[in-house]
């Protein structure tokens, strides 16, 4: 796919993907939305790419949702609303289906979906500048499709408050709620995020594979049945290649040399 709305790169075992509609800061149309799910997707087949990170070119992370196609809603049919609105579903159901870690580097503003792609992605990091809220019901409009992540990410009770208050959080406020990881000085921002991706990826991909699909398999499993579930990817972890070298090398006192089988 030749991408028109996003940009994608590759560094070593790193993919940045970046939201590029900085004149509009970033919203998620319906084409970036299509563009952003396939470059995921790429992303998570390749076995050279250990982490994805996202992020927002100017002076937005993304500022949610097109107002411009939202007008356009008013003209379609319930099943047109129902197919275009899967497309928003596709990829809020990435974060616990694909097997690659991926960082959000909110480099800005991140409202209403833009919030809900933060909270998607396994790890969070914000620039002391950025703001997040789930500004939708100013609009009159509800957070449906991100409901799920953001609730995960701060908990019931504080997921009702920032659904019904509509506020607008700093950087620090959003990591109190537990939206962010961490908050970072600008100037030290982007380093930051490539330094967290490099840990990352300096681990053992077979190992963080297995992490990714014991957290999401076992989150609504019944609680006695996850640990045969876990019981048996860990007889997979202790056969595997990784961990053998894994193992050596740390006796060794040297780096491993991961081939992720």
Request: glycine fraction near 6%; charge should be negative; include cysteine.
């Amino acid at each position: 796919m030749n991408y028109t709305t996003i940009l994608y790169e590759v560094h070593e075992h790193i993919a940045k993907i970046t939201l590029n509609l900085p004149e509009i800061r970033n919203p998620l149309t319906e084409e970036l939305l299509t563009e952003l799910v396939h470059a995921i997707q790429t992303a998570d087949k390749d076995e050279h790419i250990h982490v994805m990170i996202i992020t927002g070119t100017g002076e937005a992370f993304s500022a949610g949702g097109n107002l411009n196609e939202f007008q356009n809603n008013f003209e379609k049919t319930v099943p047109q609303l129902y197919f275009d609105g899967k497309s928003s579903n596709e990829l809020f159901k990435l974060g616990a289906t694909v097997q690659t870690p991926m960082i959000a580097a909110v480099n800005g503003a991140a409202l209403g979906g833009g919030t809900g792609l933060a909270a998607m992605c396994h790890i969070a990091i914000a620039t002391k500048s950025a703001k997040l809220g789930l500004t939708e019901l100013r609009l009159g409009i509800v957070p449906f499709v991100i409901l799920p992540w953001v609730r995960r990410a701060v908990g019931e009770r504080r997921m009702m408050e920032l659904m019904l208050k509509a506020e607008i959080l700093s950087a620090d406020k959003a990591a109190e709620y537990e939206l962010i990881h961490q908050v970072v000085e600008d100037e030290k921002f982007e380093e930051e995020v490539w330094q967290t991706a490099k840990l990352i990826a300096s681990h053992s991909p077979l190992a963080v594979k297995l992490a990714l699909d014991s957290y999401f398999q076992t989150e609504q499993m019944d609680f006695m049945k996850s640990f045969d579930y876990l019981s048996t990817l860990r007889a997979v972890s202790f056969k595997s290649n990784d961990l053998k070298e894994g193992a050596t090398a740390f006796l060794e006192k040297r780096k491993p040399l991961w081939s992720g089988t």
